[in-house]
Structure formats: structure tokens, C-alpha cells
């Protein structure tokens, strides 16, 4: 009877083991009215369920605050989980991952060392100010703009083919060994001053947009010729940024025509060491706050707001001057 009883109590505790912990009830409902999962249609997943699903799981908008069991689904080969409040996402078991769509959430580290396969990855509007994807080489496809990056190497991801990364903090962006590149969304990165797409294979590029980059005055590419010849709406790019073969080189030259301005900081006006003319002063944001068509040599910013501002204005011989100065 005692034998019994024991080998009784393992046989629960077995059972119990082969449940999957699904915390979150609004993914578990998912998961449970997926007939393709929950195949012995009872009210628990089990660890053989789990790992038994090949396809997709699609929680979009389910208003789910915590994913834990997703890591059971080790054959699973997409995910689709935007529009959710997670913070935390370990994809880490999920192996034969090929596609994962997880923006619009709370996440601040997403860890995909281990998804080998990973061919798409949408993570727009989350809170990430790292991503390393050195590892997924297998990237074609990868949506990461709203997040926080300062920067992101790309140099590993050969096959990568379309990239959105606006709205964001980087500082430079090369995508010179991305040969396969066809399209690019980089717009609104306030902070970026460099911009490599010198990749050899420009003439695979069918569209770039990089407009409202107020610090970015040049744009490395294979040939400033064809550059040039792209129609506008297919290349677009803030009038301030020029086509060049080498930034380096051009950003020395440019340095030394532009003219001084001062005082900077400024608090009632800013001067500039010689009369220039198309005066424009943006925000970080690359919102335009001041435009002045005339030529000046002293222009009135008293009743800007304290803050960081860009000016841009073209001298007497026509180069563009841009710089940053500081409202007091």
C-alpha cells in the first residue's frame, strides 16, 4: 500500500513537471484556443505540445505583460508578439526561430545570440540601446527604429537587405560591407554625423530615406554621379547632406571654409565672422524654429528657448556652413 501510494504521488509530480508555467493568462488563453498547440484540447499546455509546434504563434495586441513559456517552444519558426507591454523576452531555447516580430513593447535587452536562423527582426519602439546581431548572419530583414541606440555594427550581417533605424541616438552608421542593401529608412537621428553606404553596390539601392538629420552635412556612397542622378523621391535626404566619396576628406575641407560664429554660447545674438544669407536654426529634432532668406552678419536669437540648436547658412561663395551652438 505505502509502494503505491509513492509510486502514486511520483506519477503526479511527473505529470506536473510536463505542464508548461504559462503566468501570463491572456497568452495562456491564446495558447490553450490554438488547436494546432494544445492538441488534447484540455486546460494546460504540456512540455510535449510545446515542443511538438512547428509554426507561428501570433499574440499581437493581446495585451500580454510576460511571455514565460515561449521558451519551450523550441521548434517554433515564428513570433509575432507587437503591440504588448513586455519588458522581458528570452528567446534563448527558440532555436529554429526564423522570424520575430516583438515591437511596440517595453523591452530594454533582447538577447538573440542563440537564433541562429533568424532571417526577420522587427523590435521598433522599445526601449534597447544594444543589440548585437553579429551572430545572425542569416539577417535579411531587420526594424529597430524608436529605441535608444548610440550605435549598432552591421559589419557581420551580409545578407541584410532592408533596414529601418530612425529615430534614434546613433552617432554614425556604416553599412559598408552590406552589399546586399536595397532599403533604407534612417530619418530623424539627431545626433548623426556619419553616414557610410560606400558598399560597392550602390546600384542595388533602390531607396533611401535619411531626411531630418540635422548634423549629418555628408553621405558616403560609391559614385557621387549616380548618387546625384537618383530621383528625389526614391533618394531622399535633407538638403544640408551631400553625396561624397570620402566624408573624411570632404568634412576637412568644408572645415576650413566655414566661418566662425560667436558668441557661443549665445543668449540675444549670434554673429558670424563673415555676411552669409538662407539662415535656418533647427532643434535636435531637426524642427525648423528660425528661417532668414536675407544676408546677415548678426541675427537675434533672444526669444529661443535655452537649449542645443543647429544653424545651417550658405556663405558668399556658396558653401554650406552648419554649425551647433548653445541658447543661454
Same mark, same amino acid.
Given at each position: ?84 507591454? $513586455? ?120 531607396? $533611401?530615406? $535619411? ?58 545674438? $549670434? ?58
Amino acid at each position: 500500500m505505502k509502494k503505491s501510494l509513492i509510486l502514486f504521488m511520483l506519477m503526479i509530480g511527473l505529470a506536473k513537471a510536463q505542464i508548461v508555467n504559462i503566468p501570463d493568462v491572456n497568452f495562456k488563453a491564446y495558447l490553450l484556443s490554438n488547436p494546432e498547440i494544445n492538441t488534447d484540447y484540455d486546460s494546460q499546455i504540456q512540455v510535449s505540445e510545446a515542443a511538438a509546434f512547428t509554426g507561428t504563434i501570433d499574440v499581437y495586441n493581446l495585451g500580454i505583460n510576460d511571455m514565460t513559456g515561449i521558451e519551450f517552444f523550441v521548434n517554433l519558426t515564428t513570433l509575432k508578439c507587437g503591440w504588448n507591454n $513586455i519588458s522581458n523576452l528570452d528567446v534563448s531555447k527558440n532555436s529554429k526561430l526564423k522570424a520575430l516580430y516583438c515591437f511596440l513593447n517595453q523591452l530594454t535587452t533582447l538577447d538573440v545570440s542563440k537564433n541562429l536562423q533568424l532571417s526577420i527582426l522587427w523590435c521598433a519602439g522599445n526601449k534597447l540601446t544594444n543589440l548585437d546581431i553579429s551572430k545572425n548572419i542569416e539577417l535579411e530583414s531587420l526594424y529597430c527604429e524608436g529605441n535608444q541606440f548610440s550605435s549598432l555594427d552591421l559589419s557581420e550581417n551580409i545578407s541584410l537587405n532592408s533596414l529601418s533605424c530612425g529615430r534614434n541616438q546613433f552617432i554614425t552608421l556604416d553599412l559598408s560591407k552590406n552589399t546586399n542593401l536595397t532599403w533604407l529608412y534612417c530619418n530623424t537621428n539627431p545626433l548623426l554625423t556619419s553616414l557610410n553606404l560606400k558598399n560597392g553596390n550602390n546600384t542595388k539601392l533602390g531607396s $533611401i530615406y $535619411i531626411v531630418e538629420n540635422p548634423n549629418l552635412i555628408c553621405v558616403q556612397v560609391d559614385d557621387v554621379n549616380y548618387a546625384n542622378s537618383q530621383p528625389s523621391h526614391l533618394w531622399t535626404k535633407d538638403a544640408i547632406a551631400s553625396y561624397s566619396t570620402n566624408c573624411i576628406l570632404s568634412a576637412t575641407e568644408t572645415e576650413k571654409k566655414q566661418i566662425r560664429l560667436y558668441p557661443n554660447p549665445a543668449k540675444d545674438f $549670434i554673429n558670424f565672422s563673415d555676411e552669409v544669407s538662407n539662415i535656418k536654426i533647427t532643434d535636435l529634432s531637426g524642427k525648423v524654429i528660425k528661417q532668414i532668406p536675407n544676408s546677415e552678419k548678426s541675427i537675434n536669437v533672444s526669444k529661443l528657448m535655452k537649449g542645443t540648436y543647429i544653424i545651417t547658412a550658405v556663405s558668399k561663395s556658396g558653401e554650406l556652413i552648419t554649425k551647433k551652438f548653445i541658447k543661454e
